[in-house]
């Protein structure tokens, strides 16, 4: 007797779904290992051999509160907190009795370059630090705004186009301050000039 025989229905599509699962993680393993973005924390220490010194939260209240006014006003903030671990990491690097520079850049605009200075300028303030902020984004810059500083103030453009025997008068009375900001003009066609010249 010669009958017809099968799996039963039910075994098609769970092999099916088995085998449409599994191709599917392998294809998302492979398109992951070939995708150069850094996508976390432990995989940007990984790469650089840095380690990370904070993680900043974001903070919708900007638009209303400045950063150096929102870490005074909020102390004990998440932000405020994660400022404190950035300083104390660079006061841990800083040269005894020394001054240090510290420069903050990224890849792309809105990254949080601005807030992250001027939440630092503020924190160093507070502490009684004596601070100076220049501002070198001569493309969008924003850390006059976020510092509050007066719109008719010397800006960084000011002082790069200025003739250097000028730079007394023009900056009399700056080195005074205990917390110096120099904002920046946007500047459209001299900018690379400007960052290549002997005055900056």
Known sequence: DIR???PPFV???VVGL???TGLAALLALIRDRSDPRVRSARQLERLTGLRILARLPTVPRFRRVPPARFVGSSPN???AEDLRHIYHALE??????????VVLTSTSAGE???STVAGLAGLLRL????????????????LGELLEV??????????????????????HGLSAQRFMVLPARESRDDVLPLLESRQL
């Open 77 to 79: 903030s998440a932000y």
């Open 18 to 20: 088995i085998g449409s």
């Open 150 to 171: 007066d719109t008719k103030a010397l800006t960084i453009n000011d002082l790069l186009t200025a003739p250097t025997e000028s730079w007394v008068r023009l900056t």
């Open 11 to 13: 075994f098609f599509p």
């Open 4 to 6: 017809n025989s099968a």
């Open 127 to 142: 502490s009684g630090k004596r601070v100076a902020v220049i501002d070198l984004d001569l493309r969008r810059p924003r």
């Open 112 to 114: 949080g370059k601005s």
């Open 92 to 101: 841990h690097h800083r040269p005894e009795r020394g001054a240090m520079v």
